[in-house]
C-alpha cells in the first residue's frame, strides 16, 4: 500500500457550560445523550466531509489534473483505488502517469504491475512497465515487456493502437530538463527514425529534440567512400534546434555503423544532458546543459 501526505483541517468544539461536571458527582443519562449526542454526529458528518475531498470521483480527479492541481488529482486516484472498485485500471494508470512523469517510479511501480494484471493486453500498461524497468534496473524485465508491448500492439483491434508508431521506454532526468524516451515500432529502409528524445517541458512541440536516424546521403557518402560496405545502414546522433524560417541547427554527436543499443545511446544522453559531450562539429545547444532556469 502507498501512504500519501494530504493536508486536513482540524475542528476545535468548545465544551457548553451544562455540561459541567457538578462538583459533587458526575453526568447524568440525559445530559450526556443531550449535549454529547449532537456534538459525536457532528464529529462524524465532518470527518466523513474530509475524506470526500479532494473528489473521488473520476471525472472529478481528471477534471483536478486537466486543471493543473497533479497533487489534488494524484490523491483523488489514490482515494479511488483503495476503495477497491470493480474496474480501477483509469485511476491506476492516471496516477501511475503522474507519477512517472513527476520522476517518482517507486510509487508508480506497484500501480502499473496491478494494471497490466487486470490489462495484461493494454500497450499503454506495458508502455509504462518498460518505464519502471528502466528506471529500476530491471533490465531483463524490461526487455521482456518491450516483448509484451509489441504483441500487445501487433494483435491490437483499437484503430488508434494499430495506428501507433512508437512507444515511451524512457525518461531521463537531467539537471535541466527531463527526456521523453521514444522508439521506433517498425522502422526500416534507409531514411530511418531510430529514436526521438523530446524535453518534457516541451512536450507537443519540436523546437529541441535529439535523435538518432540515418538518412540517403550520409549511407551513400559513407559506402561510396568505403567507410562501410554497401547495405550497410549508418546512424547518427544528432540535437535539432528548430531556428526561425523552417531552418536547423543540427549538431552530430555520434556515428553508428550497426543498429544502435538503446543503452549506449541512453549514456551519451546523459553525458549531453550533464554538458560532459561534446558535438563532433561545432559548439554544443545551451539549451541541453546546464542549472535550471530560475
Not at 212 to 235: K, L, Q
Not at 254 to 279: C, F, H, M, N, S
Amino acid at each position: 500500500m502507498i501512504l500519501r501526505l494530504h493536508p486536513h483541517t482540524a475542528v476545535a468544539y468548545e465544551c457548553p457550560r451544562s455540561a459541567a461536571v457538578p462538583a459533587g458527582g458526575g453526568l447524568g443519562k440525559d445530559v450526556v445523550l443531550r449535549i454529547w449526542l449532537p456534538i459525536a454526529i457532528l464529529l462524524l458528518v465532518s470527518t466523513a466531509a474530509l475524506a470526500a475531498e479532494p473528489p473521488v470521483n473520476q471525472e472529478e480527479a481528471l477534471a483536478l489534473l486537466r486543471a493543473g492541481k497533479r497533487q489534488d488529482a494524484l490523491h483523488a486516484f489514490d482515494v479511488i483505488i483503495a476503495a477497491n472498485p470493480p474496474d480501477p485500471s483509469e485511476a491506476l494508470y492516471a496516477a501511475s502517469l503522474i507519477d512517472l512523469e513527476d520522476g517518482n517510479w517507486r510509487a508508480a511501480k506497484p500501480y502499473v504491475e496491478r494494471l497490466v494484471k487486470l490489462r495484461p493486453a493494454s500497450f499503454p500498461a506495458w508502455e509504462m512497465m518498460i518505464q519502471v524497468d528502466q528506471a529500476s534496473g530491471a533490465f531483463d524485465d524490461r526487455d521482456a515487456a518491450i516483448q509484451s508491448l509489441y504483441t500487445s500492439w501487433r494483435s491490437a483491434l483499437d484503430p488508434k493502437i494499430e495506428a501507433k508508431v512508437a512507444f515511451v521506454r524512457d525518461r531521463i532526468i537531467g539537471a535541466k530538463h527531463t527526456l521523453i524516451a521514444q522508439e521506433m515500432l517498425d522502422p526500416g529502409g534507409d531514411n530511418i527514425l531510430r529514436f526521438v528524445f523530446q524535453p518534457q517541458d516541451e512536450a507537443g512541440t519540436a523546437r529541441h529534440l535529439i535523435v538518432v536516424r540515418s538518412d540517403d546521403a550520409t549511407n551513400e557518402r559513407w559506402r561510396e567512400d568505403g567507410t562501410v560496405p554497401y547495405g550497410t545502414v549508418v546512424y547518427h546522433l544528432d540535437t535539432i534546434e528548430q531556428l526561425p524560417n523552417d531552418r536547423q541547427a543540427v549538431r552530430p554527436y555520434e556515428y553508428y555503423v550497426e543498429t544502435p543499443d538503446y543503452d549506449r545511446v541512453r549514456a551519451k544522453i546523459v553525458e549531453i544532458l550533464a554538458g560532459a559531450a561534446q558535438p563532433l562539429v561545432g559548439k554544443a545547444d545551451p539549451f541541453w546543459a546546464g542549472d535550471p532556469a530560475k
